[in-house]
């Protein structure tokens, strides 16, 4: 197999790991605060980083690469976990998930500016057809369908996924240097003791208003989505490229949707899928020209 397909592979089984993360979130966010939420998921992860690299004896990266690590932290560990958790007090699952739709254009737009990646002009068409249909579909469910979207829960889901585009783009980057596993592992150490501290001053003064699903949410985020599938996304994108393997996010939006049907029951129309269908089809043609 050679490196691009490697790095589709990779990059796909991140996407699927990924695809967990809203439906997770929303089960925690209905007993746990988002502070919490996302300071007690880095802490987890970080002190489960921390054994990877000691085990392995990994040494420690260069002075130069700090200041990245520093960005992957503040854009996967702090920005994307935070701002989605807060989106989830206002929207469902489902709704948020299809923003999701957007972090291959706020990835390959950081590619290009980070990775010094540079794809074909056509390109840039399959992606912002993409991005359209997905801003598009939120758009019309924010007029519709009131209570399941709001303007602040939008308003944050942009923002999460801009500086969740930043932080796999800067991450991609490093990985050719340090290796895809060791750049989380390293960045969730840099924001172990930051987040250790806003964990115990957030920490909620009983467990046993906490229910069962809350703590699963809590252990997929932290093991899953905020460790395990970077494991496979970092290696994929350092591997077959940033913009290109990138567009599989597109297909997040599809397995998440799915996901929140069956572990949340909620509904799913059929826009959305509609919806999810187009960006689907436009991997295929963002791929071709990467």
Known sequence: MDRTSAGWGSGLLGVIIFSGSLPATRLAVADLSPLFLTSARA??????????????????????????????????????????ALALRYVTAAHSIVFVGLLPLSTAIFGVLRGGERPRPAFWLFSLLGAATVGGFALSQGVSRGAESSLPGDLLMIAAVLLCGLGYAEGAALSRRLG??????????????????????????????????????????????????????????????????????????????????????????????????????????????A
């Open 43 to 84: 802490v987890i992860a970080g002190l489960l980083g921390w054994a990877c690299l000691a085990v392995l004896r990994q040494p420690r990266p260069a002075r130069a690469d700090l200041a990245s690590l520093a960005i992957v932290a503040v854009g996967v560990v702090l920005g994307f976990p935070l701002l989605s």
């Open 180 to 289: 895809g596993w060791q750049v989380i592992c390293w960045a969730l150490l840099i924001a172990l003791v930051p987040m250790g501290i806003l964990a115990l001053a957030t920490a909620p003064a009983s467990a046993a208003p906490i229910g069962l699903p809350a703590w699963a949410g809590l252990f997929y985020v932290s093991v899953f989505s905020m460790l395990v599938g970077f494991f496979f996304w970092y290696r994929g994108l350092a591997l077959g490229g940033i913009t290109g393997v990138g567009q599989l996010q597109l297909l997040q939006p599809f397995f998440g949707l799915v996901l929140a049907g069956l572990v949340l029951h909620e509904p799913v129309a059929w826009t959305m899928i509609a919806s999810t269908a187009v960006v689907i089809l436009c991997v295929a043609g963002a791929r071709r020209f």
